[in-house]
């Protein structure tokens, strides 16, 4: 007749925050096959979830306008991904264009790469070999909006480039970027005018 946990208090949720310092992507970068590189580089400069990246067909990439489109995406909507010039060089330069419908492709075969097969043989060891600690594949998304908030992005924007669906989400980077605090008090200050 009643809910019995009613009155319980929940515990509040722990968000793990996991991004690569500049030292830890060099390592990674030196432990990685060499031409599997750009996949990880298109991930810290998109900030794509795992099946976005992977599940990319390359007429969702339109050059002209530098824009990814993400058909479906998490939330159940369509998002648009901005490239910059990065992305951009990397992506005219993937083996599978021109050769494949899909972005990410198996070189044998054509079709999209396996993601778990490619997380087991070829990101894991990879992992190891650069010594990186609890460190996973969805940890380069958090690469991306962590560097954003530090170079002082607005979290409206980050939200938006994210593809989160409340600005909550996004709000758990705030930490990262304390000078961004500190520029908003020192804006306070009343600055000498010419009269």
Excluded at 144 to 171: C, N, P, W, Y
Excluded at 177 to 195: E, F, N, R
């Amino acid at each position: 007749e009643h809910n019995p946990v009613r009155g319980i208090k929940m515990f509040k949720e722990q968000h793990r925050i996991r991004f690569l310092s500049d030292e830890e992507e060099k390592s990674l970068r030196e432990a990685f096959p060499h031409d599997l590189w750009p996949w990880v580089e298109i991930a810290m400069n998109t900030g794509m979830r795992r099946a976005e990246q992977f599940g990319l067909r390359w007429h969702n990439i339109n050059f002209q306008t530098r824009t990814i489109t993400i058909p479906l995406s998490k939330s159940g909507e369509m998002r648009h991904i901005p490239m910059n010039d990065r992305v951009i060089e990397l992506l005219r330069n993937m083996p599978s264009r021109m050769k494949s419908s899909w972005v990410f492709a198996n070189s044998k075969s054509k079709e999209p790469m396996d993601i778990r097969n490619f997380i087991q043989r070829v990101f894991l060891p990879a992992i190891k070999e650069a010594n990186l600690e609890d460190f996973h594949w969805h940890d380069l998304r958090h690469t991306f909006a962590s560097r954003l908030v530090m170079a002082g992005v607005d979290l409206r924007t980050v939200q938006e480039l994210m593809g989160h669906k409340s600005i909550a989400m996004t709000m758990k980077y705030t930490h990262l970027s304390p000078g961004h605090k500190m520029d908003a008090v020192q804006c306070l200050i009343a600055k000498p005018t010419d009269t």
